[in-house]
């Protein structure tokens, strides 16, 4: 799962290696179900290109491409509100989501900085997913 800002240069590195988010997606789900935030896959979007990527990786379908809706984007604020609650809830015990706890924190962490960075310039961002 990775960040995409709106427009073509955001003026600033949004790479996040959204590995383990992926992986603990589900359970990250449960836990902002918990908290009472919105979960992380709410925020997902997708746009031309990372569909053209799925498709090129083969876990899409070109028909879906004519069907394709506009992406949704979100305020950064909104996005802050999800991930700033897991990382508070993570903080004193990542081994929650298992023995991958400590990088799903390092990765809501870095998530953190790239929405705050969205955040000051008044962009918008959604969440993508590549299947590498």
């Avoid at 799925?54 to 305020?75: D, F, H, V």
């Amino acid at each position: 799962m990775y960040i995409v800002v709106e427009g073509e240069d955001p003026g600033f590195d949004i790479f996040v290696n959204g590995r383990s988010l992926a992986r603990y997606e589900d359970a990250l789900e449960r836990l902002a179900l918990r908290l009472g935030v919105k979960p992380l896959i709410e925020f997902f979007s997708a746009d031309e290109n990372s569909m053209s990527l799925l498709i090129e990786e083969g876990a899409g379908n070109k028909e879906l491409m004519q069907r394709l809706p506009p992406p949704q984007w979100y305020s950064a604020a909104d996005g802050l509100v999800t991930v700033r609650a897991l990382v508070e809830a993570l903080e004193d015990e990542p081994q929650q989501l298992g023995s991958d706890g400590e990088q799903v924190l390092g990765e809501l962490l870095e998530y953190c900085k790239v929405l705050e960075k969205t955040r000051t310039r008044e962009m918008r961002w959604h969440l993508a997913v590549s299947w590498r």
